[in-house]
Structures are given as C-alpha cells and as structure tokens.
C-alpha cells in the first residue's frame, strides 16, 4: 500500500518535472532553475565554494528559492559522473547547467548539443566550443596573485617566499606565475621558490611541501586549490604568514592569514542569467578580474596588516585596474 | 643548482621530511604484512585508513582528547578489519574484491559523516612534537630522528616489534603456517580461521592508526579522501619489501626520501618539469620492484580461502 502511494507520488513529481522541461525554452516561468556540478564540496574553502557562495548570493538577491532555483552535485571528482549528473539535470530541464571544473569541457562539448533549449556554463576556461549554448568563464587570478605577491614581498623579513601550487595549469599556474611577477616586483632580489605537488587533493604531500619551504627559509607562503589546508596548517604551526585565492581562507588560521584573493563569480552568473532571459543561450566566453570586481582581495581583520602595506596594496589593486600596472603573465 | 641539494641543511632537510612522510605508510604496510603472511590481502587498507582519519579527527575535533581519538581510530580500524575476516576468512569471499569493497565502504563513509557531523574545512591541535630528551639534543642525528611527534616514533617501532612477532615467537610461526600451509597447520590443530581473524584485525588497528597518523598528528585537518590512495600505495610497499618487516620499512623509507627529494628539487629552483619531479617515487618505486620481484616467494595460501577438505 505504502508502495503504491510513492510510487504515485513519484509519478506526480516527474509528469511535474517533465512538465517544467517542455516550457524552458522560452524563460518566463517565474522560477530559474541552475543547476551546478563540482569537484569538490561546496565548502572547500576554495575553488567550489567560490561558485557555490555566488549562487546563494544571487538567490537571496533574486528574492529566494522560489524566483530561483539551487540544485547542485559536489564532490563529483569522478568526471563520468560529472557528465552524468550534467545529463541528468539537462533533461530535467534546468535553465542554466554549470559545470564547474575545466576537467568537465569534453563531456559538456558533447552533451551540449542534445539539448540545444538548454544553456550550458563551464569554467575555468576561455573555450564556448563554438556552440550557440554554451558559455565559458575563467579568472584572471594572476591579477591577484600579482596583488599578493607584492604584500607578501612587503612583509617578508627572510627574503623567501614559498608557494605550494597543484597541478602546473589554468588559473592555479596564473595565480603562482601573477604572484611572483608581484613579489619580484616589488622587491627585485627576493626569492620564490615554487613548488607544484602533482595534485588537486594530496594535503599530505602539501603539508610537506610547506614543511620544505619552511625548512628552506621561507617567512610568506601562498598556495592554490583545495589540498593547501594541509600546508595552512604547517604555516600556522611555525609562525608564517599565508595569502589565500579562490575563497577567504582567513577562517582557518586567523592569526597568519594576511589576505585572500577572493573569486566572486556573481558578475559572471548574473550576466549569463540576463542573456539567457533575453534569449541568448552562449557563446560568450567571461574573465574575472580586479576591474569587473569578479575577484576581490580581502584583506583579514583579525591580522594587523602595517598602513603602509595596505596603501601599497590598495595602489596595486588601483594600478592593475587603470592600466598602469600590467601583469605580464599568462594571456 | 643542484649542489645546493648537498647543503647540510638540505639533507637534513630531505631525512627528517622523509622520515616523517614513512609514517603512515609503514602502519599500513606492517599491518597489510601481518594479514599477508596469514594468506589474507586487504585491499580496503585505504578505507580502514579513512575511517580511522576520521574517527580519530572527529573525537579529537569535539574533545580535545588525543589519546581518547587514537583510541576510536583504533578501535574504528579494529572493526573494520574484523568486517574484512568476516568476509574474506568465514564467508570466503574473493578477496581483492572484498577489499575493494571495504575501500569503497570506507571513502564514501568517511566522507559521508564529515559531511553531516563535520561539513567544514576544520583544524584541531594535533600530537606535538615530542623531541625525546638527549638523543634529540644529538647534532644533525637528534634532528633527523629524534625531534617527531609520538606517532612517527611508534611507527619505526612497530617494525622490530612485527619482526619480533613472526620470525621470533609461536604464535608467528602459526601466521607464516596458516599463510604457507594451511592444510597442514590445520591438522596440527591451529585454528586458520582465528589466526586470520587475528592478523586482519591487527592489521585494522594499525590501518586506523596510520589514517590517525594523518588527521591528528602530520595534518591536523580530515577532508574528503584524505589519503588520497596512499593505503594502495602501502600494499604495494608489502610486495617491494617481500612480506619482511625490515624490507617493509626499506621500502617505505625510499619511497618518502625520493618524495622528499622532489619537493626539495622543485623547491630549489632546479630545473625539472614539477610532472617529472612528482612521478619519481613511484617510478623508482615500480622500477624497483621489477627488479626485486623475483627475490621472495609471496605467501602460498595468499588469497586463498581456506576450506577443510573432506
């Protein structure tokens, strides 16, 4: 009997959701629906939580879970199961599928096209495919890696900087180049030492990088992904100061935290949200940057940053923004 | 550049970061060793690992309490390693697929009470550095070997204490029977299905011990898939070391050297690709171990469920 009455009811749910994919063309049923698919948890502190916090932001500026719509699959390392959650939430008619991880770009290349009704978002990457549904983002993150490798060499009494990167690409290797073009610049003889563990997720190996860098003289660290909680922690253990990027990881060392470059990807979200109503699925490719304020430094209030490194800070941000200052990395 | 790599500060440097990055490895592998020589591969290390990481993060997380967290890893590890003689020895289930199982089990599980008891990037105070009094103070050896936290030393001890136990008492020449022959330890009246049962279980709590090793003492911090396939890693290292303790742990220690040398590589500036640099250990690891293979026999009954005949 209990059988029968689940059964019905999940009969009801999907004529109900079959109901709401036939009329998501045309955009005007009062509800967006966006569905977003990441590698790592919504509360990583880093790349994922970045996307998943911009998505919260917009839904309580469009007025709650009703005018729009959050459904998300986090932890979806595995890319098959990426591509088939991607799936699975384009033929339940979301308006807007993100697939947040450039991991993610064949399997959407590939799925797009069967649902042309359908708008599709990827990133970090400059690539729509030349498909008319879907839209790319990256981040400039060398502009504030450039911001913060000119406080960290502002800071630094050593002379050392250290740097745990991931894997030797996309905005992880721009973030790490943007930082040493800030730090060299502000202070020519200093010198950075650049370590990449060979991974997205090894906080062993990441902690142990930071002990290394540590050992080797460095007072600053900085670090990119979500392995680098492991090399936080070493930072906090003796006494070194660290930048963060992607998401403000002052939480979890309060005491030497300096500043995170911050990813806000609202600007880039409600842009692709506003073309999609006004009919136009893709083909455009977005960056964040210090300008459009997609990316923010912030600074951690519980850590007494000296005036003059704020000035200075504020001045960077202020040069990359007008032109004055141009980071020579990368694109 | 490279002679910068023989500054004495740097091979200092490599030793005691190699030294410590052995750690985990070698509880898994002691243990992984113990229920080989029995005849039982546990492929789920990395689960049970995860599940100890966890547990012990968790207790140490909400109490503060250390030992009360090793304690839960242990006992965490105890139980799932019970579970995988349970199926590996009384249903005689095929083991590299049982332990995958338990892999499996124990990743999505971890994951899965982080998330609701956790759900958050989190720190705790992890075990200190606890230098031992005067042999620390020893130059350039005290620092390498005496200045770690308590669960390093422990893992170098369990080394002669493993060998001790299968080459040096009874109750080891009735593993390496039951591992060799369990027929006819059988017909000597040794129970094969208690002694796998011990093997494995022991190999639980050490397995819980080295996931502890990582959330509670190297790392101080749990996150999903924390291991990040390192209990494979020491399984591996039981086949390099040829089933002995004392190969286990030659083994380990080139394996987390090598590790520490590429760090060390990239960190100073020498220029090596960072995706050259990071295959080397397992590279060398692997190279190693075709070289060596043909050394030792592994365990005749490996694998093998035990069924009286007759």
Request: glycine share 12%; with cysteine; aromatic share 10%.
């Amino acid at each position: 009997m209990k059988n029968k009455i689940i059964f019905l009811f999940l009969l009801v749910f999907a004529l109900a959701l079959a109901a709401c994919g036939g009329s998501t063309g045309g955009g005007d049923t009062g509800t967006f629906r966006v569905a977003v698919v990441m590698p790592s948890a919504i509360n990583d502190l880093a790349f994922s939580q970045s996307m998943y916090d911009a998505l919260i932001k917009i839904q309580t500026e469009m007025g709650g879970a009703e005018k729009f719509e959050i459904a998300y699959s986090d932890n979806m390392f595995v890319v098959e199961d990426a591509a088939a959650a991607i799936r699975d939430y384009a033929t339940q008619g979301y308006n807007l599928i993100i697939a947040h991880g450039s991991q993610y770009g064949a399997s959407l290349q590939e799925i797009a096209p069967d649902f042309p009704e359908t708008s599709f978002a990827w990133g970090t990457a400059g690539d729509t495919f030349g498909l008319p549904n879907v839209f790319s983002y990256e981040a400039l993150s060398q502009q504030g890696g450039y911001v913060n490798g000119v406080v960290a060499a502002a800071l630094s009494q050593s002379g050392t900087l250290g740097v745990v990167g991931p894997i030797e690409v996309g905005d992880a290797k721009l973030y790490v180049d943007g930082f040493i073009a800030g730090a060299k610049a502000q202070n020519a003889s200093i010198q950075v030492n650049v370590n990449y563990i060979g991974s997205f997720s090894d906080v062993a190996l990441a902690s142990e990088a930071a002990q290394t860098h540590a050992d080797a003289g460095a007072d600053v660290m900085t670090g990119s992904a979500q392995m680098v909680v492991g090399a936080i922690g070493v930072a906090e253990e003796r006494g070194i100061l660290w930048f963060g990027t992607q998401s403000n990881q002052a939480s979890l060392a309060p005491s030497i935290v300096v500043a995170s470059q911050v990813y806000d990807w609202t600007v880039v979200v409600n842009d692709i949200i506003a073309k999609i109503k006004s009919g136009t699925l893709g083909g455009e490719a977005y960056a964040l940057s210090l300008e459009n304020a997609g990316l923010l430094i912030e600074f951690n209030s519980d850590y007494n940053v000296p005036a003059d490194v704020k000035d200075l800070a504020e001045k960077t941000i202020q040069g990359i923004k007008d032109g004055s200052i141009t980071v020579n990395v990368g694109g | 550049m490279i002679s910068e790599l023989f500054a004495g500060s740097v091979i200092i440097g490599i030793l005691t970061s190699g030294i410590r990055l052995a750690t985990p490895y070698l509880y898994a592998a002691i243990g992984e060793t113990l229920g080989q020589r029995s005849g039982v591969l546990n492929l789920g290390v990395d689960g049970i690992m995860l599940m100890g990481a966890f547990s012990g993060f968790y207790v140490v997380f909400a109490t503060g309490n250390l030992w009360a967290g090793l304690l839960v890893a242990m006992l965490v590890g105890a139980l799932m390693g019970l579970a995988m003689a349970f199926i590996s020895v009384t249903l005689h289930a095929e083991q590299g697929i049982s332990g995958i199982g338990v892999y499996l089990f124990g990743l999505g599980m971890s994951d899965l009470l982080f998330q609701k008891l956790v759900n958050n990037v989190e720190t705790v105070r992890g075990f200190p550095e606890a230098p031992i009094p005067l042999l620390s103070k020893i130059p350039v050896i005290g620092e390498i070997f005496f200045s770690h936290n308590v669960l390093v030393y422990g893992a170098y001890l369990m080394v002669p204490l493993a060998w001790f136990v299968i080459h040096r008492t009874t109750l080891g020449l009735k593993i390496r029977a039951v591992g060799e022959n369990p027929q006819a330890a059988d017909t000597l009246g040794v129970s094969v299905a208690k002694i796998r049962y011990l093997t494995v279980t022991i190999g639980g709590v050490l397995s819980g011990i080295a996931g502890a090793s990582l959330s509670i003492a190297l790392l101080n911090v749990f996150q999903q898939n924390l291991t990040n396939g390192l209990g494979f890693i020491a399984i591996a290292l039981v086949y390099f070391g040829g089933w002995r303790p004392g190969w286990v742990l030659a083994g380990s220690l080139l394996f987390s050297l090598i590790n520490s040398l590429q760090v060390w590589v990239q960190v100073k500036g020498i220029p090596v690709p960072s995706d050259i640099a990071v295959m080397m250990p397992y590279l060398l690891t692997i190279v190693v171990l075709v070289l060596s293979s043909q050394r030792v026999r592994q365990p005749s009954a490996l694998t093998k469920p035990f069924e009286r005949a007759g």
